[in-house]
């Protein structure tokens, strides 16, 4: 590529810098940095937008706030004019697992692949300018290699190189089975990258290996290399996992603005920091003013996290929306009262019930041993007041309030009542 | 397949056990022996011969005794009315080393598969009946595989299982590079069982691993698994090591009647059976008729390699140019003597020469170097004189029989000599 920067005038020079710094922001690593300067500098110098890569499973369109850690990077880079590449990995979804021993990765069809393709364009679109996104399926080009194409793919790689990703390594020394093919993935998501020329890719710190893939293959098949950008995982709700649907410790993003704003006010007081820097779409200065006023005491902790929950639900609802969500909130958990506008359910059933049948029936609760449970911890209340016993047999009069956990409230009225 | 082999008449299985017994004789394994003899029980009740593969490798068609052990065992099915499939290998031939790094295996062209093939079509016709041979280029259907396919090929074997082959498990373990796509050579010669649905496989005993894959392929895709025959490494002239063409301890086909012969009469006596039983067309009885007068004494072990070295020459020549051999040796070797034919050089060089430059200007040695080697070896004789000084200076009279080693002779005439 040669010093590219060498060649900057003084303006180009300063808004390299200005870029970088922005790309740079809350990463855990650029491979390598330098690079990533001469990229934005050969833009400048030659007007080509910069191809920004991201790969995308294909069947798991539900995007969480997790994933927006990474769209919000994307959208710095398309802030400045530069090109993203959405990858949706519908080759290796469309062939599923073929030992058949993973029932998690069943085998999609083409519908699927679309259906889950929208779905994520759907949902990118909260955060992405989705008519500068370029979108791309992997089986128009994996689809045609053929054995001479995937012989040459594989010389590119060392066996022990391809060992050396930790659950490989840890699977061989354990004794668990490795089948061949899964040593394919991550080369034709590296392949992805010769295909499509990128320039960048992004991944989480759990996706290292793979995406520096990309850029060892391009330099097989003498392409420039793409810069890697490894963007920090985002705990979730539990504040230790990653936040995952599968952990069911997720913010989805398109969660009512309530719901919203509960969540993100249950995560621990030490993640705030962490989920303004990565998931809002604050300035570093107003990043770094939230970060000192903490720190000094200034901003009590429960007040940034309120903070917190409305510029979120602000970003994936509006304004309003972000204030009423805040107004619940501190209705139902901070005065302990009972909000105004709950959902009201009429009752045409027998007068008396278990409590126990009443949740189940009314929906609120999907089983009677979960029922159980919940009363046993203690998360029912029958017009403000704890259930303490799961036999309690229920004599319904005209209007009842029933309150399911913290959040979720049911008046049930019983017109036929005495 | 079920017990084919109770179906039998007693005629049948009189016929199953005859053919059994001939396979068996003088092979290191069948894998498994149960399954041999169904196979030939399933041939015997539905009248259709037995496939019986032979991998070929189409870089190197010098064809040697060592390659005789497994054409002699094809031979054997051939008789009993059994197909020969032989396969050339020519999808790897064409595609060479991906990684550019073995230059033993670089790119052959389509015209040099073709020629190779041709030569391996030659030679074997010394053994077998071409007539009856079928022939194919393994790139028919290998070239057609596309990722979705090889996927699914590589879907049958684990890593772990690879890399107990031992090349690799040593370069693994010793750190030398195992590029990924080396691990395709043995799925895809069993590949080729699949294809052509072999019931039998024949290799040496170095190729346990690869052929084998072709029995573990086949069940993968619900094919009927072959037999595999494993036969033993014939050792060549030095008595130590695998014959090979790179070894130059080899013996080829095509080689005249006197070197074959000299040849043989050089083996270790320790290897005269062994040459016996694997290379030679004699019947399993005067095999044992040999080895009992050997072990008896009544048979002298030279006049044994004698004898070998008859039967390999009317082999791969006939009766008359086996006697003609046994004849020469006898005159060169026991008794010591100048044989009468030997070729004629007139030479018209000057009349003194130094014996190094002479070695080399009649082609009798490739290099100064080479001939150096010899004359210190003791290996060169003017007139039956040893030479003992490298930087002899020979005065060259009307007549001069030059010897190199044991068994080539020149007669030098030098007309213009005083």
């Known amino acids: 590529m040669g010093n590219m920067s060498d060649s900057l005038s003084k303006d180009q020079r300063a808004e390299m810098e200005r870029q970088y710094n922005i790309y740079q922001d809350g990463v855990s690593e650029i491979i390598p940095a330098f690079e990533m300067k001469e990229k934005i500098a050969k833009s400048l110098l030659t007007g080509r937008p910069l ?5 995308l499973d294909p069947s798991a369109p539900d995007v969480h706030l997790g994933h927006t850690v990474v769209l ?9 004019g530069h ?7 519908d080759f290796t979804g469309k062939i599923g697992d073929p030992t058949g021993k993973s029932t998690a990765r069943k085998q999609l069809t083409n519908e699927e692949v679309k259906h889950n393709a929208q779905t994520y364009y759907e949902q990118f679109s909260k955060v992405l300018d989705m008519e500068k996104v370029e979108l791309f399926y992997n089986s128009a080009w994996l689809s045609k290699l053929r054995l001479e194409d995937t012989i040459n793919l594989s010389a590119s790689i060392t066996v022990a190189r391809l060992l050396e990703r930790n659950d490989f390594s840890e699977r061989l020394a354990s004794g668990k089975p490795i089948s061949l093919h899964e040593f394919f993935y991550p080369l034709m998501q590296g392949y992805d990258s010769v295909e499509l020329e990128s320039d960048v890719e992004l991944g989480g710190t759990d996706q290292h290996f793979n995406v520096l893939m990309g850029r060892h293959l391009q330099e097989h098949y003498n392409k420039e290399k793409q810069v890697v950008i490894m963007l920090p995982l985002l705990e979730g709700l539990d504040g230790v996992e990653k936040m995952s649907k599968s952990k069911n410790n997720y913010i989805g993003v398109d969660e009512d603005p309530r719901e919203m704003f509960g969540k993100i006010m249950s995560i621990p007081d030490e993640l705030t920091l962490k989920y303004f820097n990565l998931i809002t779409d604050l300035s570093h200065i107003e990043k770094n003013d939230i970060a000192m006023r903490l720190e000094s005491g200034d901003l009590h902790p429960r007040d940034a ?16 929306a972000a204030q009423l969500a805040e107004e619940h909130f501190k209705t139902v958990f901070q005065r302990g009262a009972i909000p105004q506008d709950i959902p009201e359910v009429i009752w045409e059933g027998s007068h008396s019930i278990h409590v126990i049948d009443l949740l189940v029936q009314l929906g609120l609760q999907s089983s009677k041993s979960e029922a159980r449970r919940m009363i046993q911890n203690g998360g029912i209340r029958i017009n403000s007041e704890k259930v303490m016993d799961v036999d309690l047999l229920v004599h319904l009069p005209k209007e009842l309030i029933l309150q399911v956990g913290k959040r979720k409230f049911l008046k049930l009225l019983n017109p036929k009542a005495n």
């Open 83 to 89: 090109i993203i590449q959405l990858i949706i990995g």
């Open 72 to 80: 919000n990077k994307l959208k710095q880079f398309q802030e400045n």
């Open 51 to 55: 191809k920004v890569k991201l790969g």
């Open 305 to 320: 996290k309120m903070l917190l929950g409305k510029v979120i639900v602000r970003m994936y609802h509006d304004e309003a």
